[in-house]
């Protein structure tokens, strides 16, 4: 069974920095495309960012300088810093894989990530 299982949400301050962690298992990891969304209840979930299995990047203009993701295919773990955080940055952020040769898109249960003063 794929799992992955997100980390490192909290709350933080106007300014602050986070690092989002996302440990997989049940997948070879060196096999996915590996990406971030937010998803604010009540609105459809939002790409944040993609990562892909040779280390490739893509941002959404709403993440572009601010957000970085990352990977290490031997930890078979993926991460999404974020700097300079806003109060409209609040919301769940989600983990999701893929296989390259596929389409099915697997998601984790979220951490939740709060910028307040």
């Known amino acids: 069974q794929v799992q992955l299982v997100e980390s490192g949400g909290g709350l933080v301050q106007p300014g602050g920095s986070l690092r989002l962690s996302c440990a997989a298992s049940g997948i070879i990891f060196s096999s996915t495309v590996m990406g971030w969304y937010r998803q604010v209840p009540g609105k459809q979930r939002e790409w944040v960012a993609t990562?892909?299995?040779?280390?490739?990047?893509m941002y959404a203009d709403s993440s572009a300088g601010r957000f970085t993701i990352s990977r290490d295919n031997a930890k078979n773990t993926t991460w999404l810093r974020l700097n300079n955080l806003k109060r409209e940055d609040t919301t769940v952020y989600y983990c999701?894989?893929?296989?390259?040769?596929?389409?099915?898109?697997?998601w984790g249960q979220g951490t939740r990530v709060t910028v307040s003063s």
């Open positions: 990562i892909t299995k040779g280390g490739n990047t």
């Open positions: 999701s894989a893929r296989l390259v040769i596929g389409d099915r898109m697997w």
